[in-house]
């Protein structure tokens, strides 16, 4: 079975643009969850998404959003893009959003900004 | 609110010997999982093992277990006979467990490096 993919792997944005990363789950997997990953904060989470509904959202301004297709598929976008929003972003997906279930990460998008 | 420790920044350890990683937490939730991630140096996060608050038993993986002390809310990794690709960042993660609704989210601790020495 296929794992967790992202794209793109890496990117390089300018200050004041926008992004659109992608993250496509194990198949039969219907949670999604974003985290962000920084030297200085560490691993932060963004928002979990199931069916299509965000389910959870974490403490980041509203420049951070998501959402999540039929198909499980995931995008997280950020708009007006800031220097501190550089970051490696990891998507996870899981089976289903209550009890005891792991989440398998993907290998994260490296987000540089300049 | 929800709390995980790690204070081990880094760790040393001689190849095929044990080591035992850190890990406190913090919850007022009786229901929670907790678990350990490798991050290797190419960024992905990989799922080495997971207890839950009302198992009886420590979790064990292959070579990977888990002393968990739930009194004294500390759930330390063991990893036995180390090898030269056990060197990776290790994250200590929980969640609350909520078995009617959404699972909630993972909050990680801060990490701790290992290095295997050969």
């Known amino acids: 079975k296929a794992g967790v993919t992202q794209t793109p792997r890496y990117l390089i944005k300018t200050r004041g643009q926008q992004v659109t990363l992608s993250c496509s789950p194990i198949s039969g997997h219907r949670s999604v969850s974003w985290y962000q990953q920084t030297p200085g904060q560490g691993l932060q989470f963004l928002f979990e998404y199931f069916s299509e509904t965000q389910r959870n959202k974490g403490n980041f301004p509203g420049r951070f959003s998501g959402r999540q297709f039929s198909n499980s598929r995931s995008e997280m976008n950020v708009s007006t893009l800031e220097l501190g929003d550089s970051a490696l972003y990891l998507c996870?997906?899981?089976?289903?959003?209550?009890?005891?279930?792991?989440?398998?990460f993907g290998p994260g998008t490296r987000l540089t900004v300049t | 609110a929800q709390k995980i420790t790690q204070t081990q920044p880094g760790m040393f350890v001689q190849e095929k010997e044990a080591v035992t990683l850190d890990c406190t937490y913090d919850?007022?939730?009786?229901?929670?999982?907790l678990f350990w991630y490798k991050q290797p140096s190419s960024g992905e996060m990989i799922f080495l093992i997971y207890q839950g608050s009302y198992d009886q038993q420590n979790a064990t993986e292959g070579r990977y277990s888990l002393n968990f002390q739930k009194a004294r809310k500390s759930a330390n990794l063991v990893i036995s006979a180390s090898q030269l690709g056990d060197s990776a960042m290790y994250f200590c993660?929980?969640?609350?467990?909520?078995?009617?609704?959404?699972?909630?989210?993972?909050?990680f601790g801060k990490g701790t490096k290992l290095s295997v020495k050969p």
């Open positions: 919850t007022s939730d009786p229901s929670y999982g």
């Open positions: 993660a929980m969640r609350e467990e909520d078995y009617g609704g959404s699972q909630g989210n993972l909050i």
């Open positions: 996870a997906s899981s089976p289903w959003t209550s009890g005891r279930s792991e989440q398998y």
